[in-house]
């Protein structure tokens, strides 16, 4: 019997949707971690009698600050700037930055949660943050990213360095970006250190970094089929979006021998019967990379390939689903599409990308699911191991690198099964956040009341 001051998940609930009023999707993370978690912690009441889940749900810090900058035309534009600096527990705070219209306060508290269990998961010394601004890079010309990316970094910095706070790329934040806000932060720190993770490979970047997230899911989804008896060869996969995670997760299912059928936009949704071979797919990153243009395009490229407009990949007959666009992107009926068509296996590519009720249908129909902060770890893995290789003053090649990506994520598959593990099933969800969970938790115990 737990010795908590709270009940039941539904009774710490309430608490935390009155503390956080109209944090929806911080709401759903937070549940979804104590839900499955609420047995182990009863058995182990030395978390209830430390106060853990009320000190781990709260950030160690939130900064909010407006960033003035001025557009092509000599307008001045203001937008709003945050990091939360959620626990520190394992080590700096590590987490990306985002630019996108919808972030809030909610997104990134969601965000910043799932990563401290995240980066726990990869085993490297690593806190959880995360931050962003509702600036949208869309449609700004390189001159107008770089003057938001200086305003941006000028109050960033104060509360960032390389042993405090290493901020990485996310939505809308790419190598660009990253420099320009590097640039910028040397500018004002007068010194060359290894503040941000997603440095171009000239001037302190990691090979593999750009792979690495995408590429991690996919070798995630192989430890789970090859625990099945197995493998992805000859399998087709949907994959969500055309940025960075899903076309290093085409290229990684190519490599493996599966193929990929499904890539998407803001705008709709290609299925290619086909195939996304290697030629589509570098025609893909020219387009997304370099011409920042739609993936209709695609569609009017190729023969045979359908465009679905304002819709989704769930609808396709496929083996594999990878969602690897934004948060709650698939829900329940689109879950069951999925199943309805053949769907064995779900690994999340983005962050909380399907809806609790698409989890509890993954759940209920013994489908192999792996969550974000389990699936997409091998971003921030190789991020971690970046900040090793500036700490060093040296890099690895692109086969230690990815050897090493690869070896995390078995290891983080071994810590889900070993948690996870409920007769002849495997509950990712529960092992994810069990094993996540313990790292922290005992450190946080360890560290004393701060």
């Known amino acids: 019997m737990s010795k908590g001051k709270y009940t039941s998940v539904e009774d710490f609930m309430d608490y935390v949707k009155e503390n956080n009023p109209g944090q929806e999707e911080f709401h759903q993370a937070v549940e979804e971690v104590v839900a499955s978690i609420w047995d182990f912690l009863e058995d182990n009441p030395k978390y209830f009698e430390h106060n853990i889940l009320e000190r781990i749900i709260e950030p160690e810090r939130t900064v909010s600050f407006r960033v003035p900058w001025r557009d092509d035309d000599g307008n001045r534009r203001v937008n709003r700037g945050f990091r939360v600096e959620f626990n520190s527990a394992l080590g700096p705070y590590k987490g990306g930055l985002r630019f996108h219209p919808t972030v809030n306060r909610s997104i990134l508290k969601f965000l910043g949660f799932e990563q401290i269990f995240k980066n726990s998961l990869t085993g490297l010394p690593m ?65 060359f250190t290894g503040v941000l993770t997603g440095k171009d490979t000239k001037w302190g970047g990691s090979l593999i970094r750009p792979e690495a997230t995408g590429y991690g899911a996919v070798y995630f989804a ?95 007959e496929v083996e594999i689903a990878i969602p690897s666009a934004t948060q709650n992107e698939l829900n329940a009926e689109e879950a069951e599409t999925l199943i309805e068509n053949g769907c064995q296996c779900i690994v999340e590519g983005a962050n909380m990308p399907s809806t609790a009720g698409a989890i509890e249908v993954w759940q209920n129909n013994d489908i192999l699911y792996g969550p974000g902060k389990a699936v997409n770890a091998g971003g921030v893995a190789v991020s971690g191991l970046e900040m090793s290789q500036n700490s060093l003053r040296m890099s690895w090649d692109r086969e230690e690198v990815d050897n090493k990506l690869n070896g995390i994520m078995k290891n983080i598959h071994e810590i889900c099964v070993e948690h996870g593990q409920e007769g002849d099933s495997i509950d990712y969800v529960k092992g994810a956040n069990i094993g996540g969970f313990i790292k922290v938790a005992d450190s946080m115990i360890d560290q004393g009341l701060v």
């Not at 387009?287 to 920042?292: D, F, G, M, S, T």
Request: some cysteine; aromatic content about 10%; proline content about 4%.
């Open 222 to 316: 192989k430890e789970m089929l090859n625990n099945q008896g197995e493998s992805i060869e000859g399998k087709r996969v949907a994959i969500s979006g055309s940025g960075n995670v899903a076309q290093f997760a085409t290229e990684k299912i190519l490599h493996l021998g599966g193929k990929p059928v499904t890539l998407s936009d803001s705008d709709g949704a290609i299925y290619d019967p086909n195939g996304i071979d290697e030629d589509k797919l570098a025609y893909v990153k020219e387009l997304k990379n370099v011409q920042r243009g739609r993936i209709r395009e695609y569609a009017e490229k190729y023969d045979d390939v359908e465009y679905w407009e304002k819709e989704r990949p769930w609808s396709a």
């Open 127 to 191: 806190g959880g943050g995360k931050g962003g601004s509702d600036f949208d890079p869309k449609g700004k010309s390189d001159d107008e990213i770089m003057k938001f990316c200086q305003s941006f970094m000028s109050e960033l910095f104060r509360h960032i360095g390389p042993n405090t706070d290493v901020p990485a790329g996310d939505i809308g934040v790419g190598g660009r970006e990253i420099g320009y806000m590097f640039g910028q932060y040397k500018r004002l720190k007068n010194e």
